[in-house]
């Protein structure tokens, strides 16, 4: 079934955004004050209207309004008349709103084991040699059920590395103690930034972030990010592997009518800043294969220049607010940017980036065809949503009707890496056993000694002893979630967790 097109802005005619042509991705950029969070909320609205979910970022906290109508903003009349549109219907978008730190939105979280070895390390800042002690411990963990899901599960694993440094590095290749004196620095600063909030369980399970109520509207989830984006790293991995879980989670579909889900990447430049070029490879590579996936994916930025021209080429829909070109530094992203768009003979593109005002773009959706249009200068069209952030009772009253209320608020401590290594130590620590002919004298059965962590020969010996070798089978789940159950395969020692390709785990 044929879905209307989505009108984003006007000029002499209507710009409008095919559905279809969503998941081909696209950008929006331009300076600051110049409309992109209004360009945003616009795009925002118009999917959830027809049925797609969407997720955001809200970096400055003035996003919350797409959820109450608009109306009475003089700005918006006045937009309206300009543009010659038809009466608007104000209305707000159904809203979920999250927050890794729980005070702004239900409880965002996951885990360490789920976030994988190759975006922890970047989280980290990690070095290449840092970053192979870390892929090791992945290694040591998965292969033996030690299920990593929050700091202290990652800080006893550390531990149990340096302490069995000389028996892993036989099995598994050789345990830097001093790497890892420097990841547990790198994890105390990352612990000052509150990013011990982002793990533990219940971890988020996807599919909760696509929902349509019952007026077959998209949800709109809003991630509360003025607090997160103080810290640059943790806000931008987060994102990362939210995007990678849509990726490994989501079956193939092709090319929909309309997209299963838009994401839109705020600040988009924090996510390839300092990427090493590994990890720069596999975020193109996610790009690339999402959109068979059915998920569009917008990158927010100042200009298109903060995006690798690898993954530039990618995003087929595009919005350039107005650039400022004080420099020659500046004059050159401002060519760089008018080289971005196929060519307008009614338009010079570079001259329009610097003069253009606050609610105007320049404009190429994707045709039907797939090609991109000729570029475009025109109006973005004023929200139908409310401008700005809606009162703070507003949003908890919100909170407090969600179907995600209770559902991801209180942290659960289940038995994981940090109490199964624990009770190594608990068990070294217990009086020693009567020997064998006290116990013959006393009547008492012979006591069969305990596995040390030499006997059984390499790391099965060390984690037999811990009783991890077919123990962590029946740790339980949490009410049957499919993020917690899928955690259980690693329940019988030497069955690996299977990861993809940020290292993210396979369901």
Known sequence: MAVDNLLIAKSKRDITLIPKMSNRHGYITGATGTGKTV??????????????PVFLADVKGDLSGISAPGGGNPKVDERITQLGLPAYVFGGCPVAFWDIFGEKGHRIRTTISELGPMLLSRLLDLNDVQSGNISLMFKVADENGLLLLDMKDFRATLNFLVENADKISTEYGKVSE???????????????????????EPALDINDLMKVNANGMGMVNILAADRLIMAPKVYSTFLLWMLSELFEQLPEVGDLEKPKMVFFFDEAHLLFADAPKALLQKIEQVVRLIRSKGVGVFFVTQNPTDVPDSILGQ????????????????????????????????????????QMGVGEALLSFLGADGVPAPVERAFICPPVSHIGPIEPSARVQIMNASAMQGKYDQDVDRESAYEVLNKRVQTQAQPAQPDRQQQQRMGQQPHQPQMNMGQAGGLAGILGGLGVLGGLGGMGGLGGSPKSAAKNIAGNAGESLIRGILGSLLK
């Open 315 to 354: 995003l087929g829909n595009r919005v350039q607010h107005a650039l400022r070109a004080y420099t020659p530094k500046d004059q050159k992203v401002v060519k760089a940017a008018a080289e971005t768009f196929r060519a307008n003979a009614g338009v010079n593109v570079e001259e329009a980036i610097t």
């Open 178 to 200: 001093i790497s890892i004196q420097s990841i547990q620095r790198n994890l105390l600063t990352l612990e000052e930034q509150g990013a011990e909030m982002l793990f533990g």
């Open 39 to 52: 360009t945003l909320q616009v795009m925002a609205e118009s999917f959830s209207r027809i049925g797609v």
